[in-house]
């Protein structure tokens, strides 16, 4: 494989990672989280026909995730799991899990656009919302698949904050990192402000303040201090 090729075919599996969907695992693990977006997937279009269930269906995934998430980690509950399954095992548990919360987390927001349309009402041409929306869309991804690709998929899914111990390598002082220094929670979460602009949605940019704001208050209560004990360097 050249060495252009091999590029683009990791940017595509950090890509269908991001989503939710981890290429480098083995079969019976691709096949379960597979299985189970597939069923999130079909379940979302089956049972959200109006905005309040898009609303409804935002809130829970805000919950499972950011709540929960935090809930999980304070409380040491991959301790527990670790103890119970084994590391490995209840890492790929973990992972899986996590996977399939990453699908909802994005599909959510595509299906709550699709109901909560047309409510920004700003004095500009469509033409120019809807550039400035792409671009930052454009801009968003691009910063969120580069830090990641930096970083790797582990990391991505928090296995070093999962197995309690510092990751291969240490923290990342490169390219976006050495700009900002979370550019995944940061400039990696515009795309949804770019999503809800696009959509002329303003419950979507408050959705998106919402997920933002949660995702940093992990980072906050969860992250920092792991970071603190773990990579003293930092």
Request: overall charge neutral; glycine content about 8%.
């Amino acid at each position: 494989m050249s060495k252009a090729a091999r590029t683009v075919f990791d940017i595509v599996r950090t890509v269908v990672g991001m989503s939710g969907l981890r290429l480098d695992r083995n079969t019976l693990q691709i096949g379960a989280t597979f299985l189970l977006i597939v069923l999130s997937f079909f379940l979302s279009l089956t049972l959200i026909a109006n905005s309040k269930e898009a609303l409804i269906y935002v809130v829970m995934v805000w919950c499972i995730y950011y709540v929960g998430h935090i809930i999980f980690y304070r409380a040491r509950l991959h301790h527990r799991m670790h103890y119970r399954l084994g590391r490995d095992r209840a890492w790929t548990v973990y992972e899986s899990v996590l996977g399939v919360v990453y699908f909802n987390q994005g599909w959510c927001v595509v299906i709550f656009l699709q109901h909560y349309t047309n409510s920004l009402d700003l004095p500009l041409p469509h033409l120019l919302i809807f550039l400035v929306g792409a671009i930052t869309f454009l801009i968003s991804t691009v910063a969120k698949v580069w830090a990641t690709l930096l970083v790797g998929m582990d990391v991505y899914y928090y296995r070093d904050l999962f197995m309690d111990e510092a990751s291969d390598g240490g923290l990342m002082t490169t390219g976006p990192y050495s700009i900002f220094s979370n550019p995944m929670y940061g400039v990696g979460n515009l795309s949804v402000y770019g999503a809800a602009i696009e959509a002329g949605s303003l419950e979507g940019l408050l959705v998106a303040t919402i997920f933002q704001g949660s995702i940093y208050l992990f980072y906050g209560i969860v992250e920092l201090p792991f970071i603190r004990r773990v990579y003293p360097q930092s």
